[in-house]
């Protein structure tokens, strides 16, 4: 999936959009909280997915022109 949010995340540069990623920036890091809860189960490689995620919105994030 990271290759998905590699391009939804550079289509947001591109727009400047920096509310956009800043709402899926949110939902992974709900998701990664959830996840971390999870019991039953081994939810490490879905963590790490999640992990790899918000390393690529905050990169898009960093290359925004302050607001």
Same mark, same amino acid.
């Given at each position: ?9 550079? $289509? ?11 709402? !899926? ?14 019991? $039953? ?12 995620? !918000?390393? !690529? ?11």
């Amino acid at each position: 999936m990271s290759r998905s949010v590699e391009l939804i995340v550079e $289509g947001y540069v591109r727009l400047n959009d920096r509310d956009a990623l800043e709402e !899926i920036l949110a939902h992974r890091q709900d998701l990664l909280r959830q996840l971390a809860a999870v019991t $039953g189960v081994d939810p490490k490689q879905a963590i790490t997915q999640v992990s790899e995620d !918000i390393t !690529i919105i905050e990169a898009g994030l960093a290359t925004l022109v302050p607001e």
